[in-house]
């Protein structure tokens, strides 16, 4: 039978205002300053070359039905409210490296999804519809049962990224609710909305130990959220 162990640990995250989120400057095309960058860029292309022609095709299915969204080649424009134009432009030389690939239309919080890869990282861009802004999380947004708010999670040993959010827009502004670190050295961590006040993220370890879980929660309570983690 299953032995629930106790909570190992209950943090209570201080009453405060949620904490605005800056808006993000997305970097644009390759701009080369002088020829040895041209030079450089030719010795990179020649070892690791763009696989964009698979990654265009299955964004381009995501956005078939979307009058808002185009892409060009190394260029994504998606319609912004007032009939202006966001553009979003590749770069596939050097350490600037990155790309853009559309995810989706978000309703409930109206701004579009698109993944933004770079050499060793990648985070989801939110494009708010009405005004343009964009705003970065590192872990892709999962809506809470009322959408009032959303949440993610994400274990990224690598660039040191290992914490699960809650965030909510007001008028527009991305703001932060409250954020908790994840044992992610356990193994892989997975978010779900527990309630409309409850979101956990459940680390599996793998190995010995033969799957054993560690949960941390952040719970609402009134005007204050509750972290708390426990082994199952």
């Not at 995501?62 to 190394?74: G, I, L, M």
């Not at 853009?100 to 519809?129: Q, S």
Request: hydrophobic share 40%; charged share 25%.
């Amino acid at each position: 039978m299953l032995v629930r162990l106790l909570c190992l640990g209950v943090m209570l995250l201080l009453p405060r205002l949620a904490l605005a989120v800056d808006p993000w400057n997305p970097p644009g095309a390759c701009k080369a300053e002088t020829w040895n960058d041209v030079e450089q860029w030719r010795e990179w292309s020649s070892h690791t070359p763009p696989a964009n022609a698979r990654g265009w095709a299955e964004e381009k299915r995501r956005y078939a039905n979307n009058r808002d969204v185009w892409r060009v080649f190394d260029r994504l424009y998606i319609a912004i409210s007032g009939g202006k134009v966001l553009t979003l432009s590749d770069c596939a030389f050097g350490d600037d490296m990155h790309f853009y690939l559309y995810e989706r239309y978000d309703e409930a919080g109206e701004f579009h999804v698109v993944r933004t890869h770079f050499y060793e990282d990648n985070l989801y861009a939110l494009v708010m519809r009405k005004t343009g802004r964009i705003y970065t999380i590192p872990g892709e947004p999962i809506w809470s049962p009322g959408r009032t708010r959303f949440a993610y999670a994400i274990c990224d040993l690598l660039n040191g990224k290992e914490e699960m959010a809650v965030l909510s827009i007001s008028d527009g502004q991305l703001k932060e609710e409250a954020k908790v670190e994840l044992s992610c050295a356990e193994g892989e961590c997975k978010l779900a909305w527990e309630s409309a006040d409850t979101v956990a993220s459940t680390c599996t370890k793998v190995g010995e130990s033969g799957g054993e879980r560690k949960v941390a929660r952040l719970s609402r309570r009134g005007g204050s959220w509750t972290a708390a983690t426990s082994s199952r």
